[in-house]
T-cell receptor, first 118, second 109 residues
């Protein structure tokens, strides 16, 4: 149980275009979803936390107009990288949690999306 | 501020035992996680400790001392497939995960 999927797994796009990444909880309802970014040989950096039906909470230094997050349902959250630039190339990972998904506050991670902006 | 410290890299021999240490300073504390991450993949859950003591799960064990702000992950009978990064993460008072930079573990034959 507690499976999280992400789509696409890998995307290459031209500079200036927008890219949408989907994160789905397949077998539980995720009240909270998290979006992380990870650069090579670095740890996970939390970008934003989203609760279903409300606006996402962005971490300091993360541009909310550039990284649009929508958490419209209890099983789906999307991250849209708008006007992507080469410096946005990174590994984007989502995770999901639910008060009822386990005996402790575990986050279940998606497989990640490798974004390359040319 | 909030901070997690763990060694950047460790090397061990196949079949041996290795201990990866982690110290943390957080605003409040609701437990400590260890995750394993292979290159290019998402983290996978290994353990969760919220009370002091040792939790054993097969070849992997995790220890926590809340008074010292310290945890370690112990890996026994190392296998080549254990080569990965090991991430320590503490859950703060807002139930937000504070991540360490990860320890890259290299297993040699």
């Amino acid at each position: 149980g507690a499976v999280v999927s992400q789509h696409p797994s890998r995307v290459i796009c031209k500079s200036g275009t927008s890219v949408k990444i989907e994160c789905r909880s397949l077998d539980f309802q995720a009240t909270t979803m998290f979006w992380y970014r990870q650069f090579p040989k670095q740890s996970l950096m939390l970008m934003a936390t989203s609760n279903e039906g409300s606006k996402a909470t962005y971490e300091q230094g993360v541009e909310k107009d550039k990284f649009l997050i929508n958490h419209a349902s209890l099983t789906l959250s999307t991250l849209t990288v708008t006007s992507a630039h080469p410096e946005d190339s990174s590994f984007y990972i989502c995770s999901a949690s639910s008060p009822t998904s386990g005996s402790f506050p575990e986050q279940f991670f998606g497989p990640g999306t490798r974004l390359t902006v040319l | 501020g909030q901070n997690i410290d763990q060694p950047t890299e460790m090397t061990a021999t196949e079949g041996a035992i290795v201990q990866i240490n982690c110290t943390y300073q957080t605003s409040g504390f609701n437990g400590l996680f260890w995750y394993q991450q292979h290159a290019g993949e998402a983290p996978t859950f290994l353990s969760y400790n919220v009370l002091d003591g040792l939790e054993e799960k097969g070849r992997f064990s995790s220890f926590l001392s809340r008074s010292k702000g310290y945890s370690y992950l112990l890996l026994k009978e190392l296998q080549m497939k254990d080569s990965a990064s090991y991430l320590c993460a503490a859950l703060d008072s807002n139930y937000q995960l504070i991540w360490g930079a990860g320890t890259k573990l290299i297993i040699k034959p």
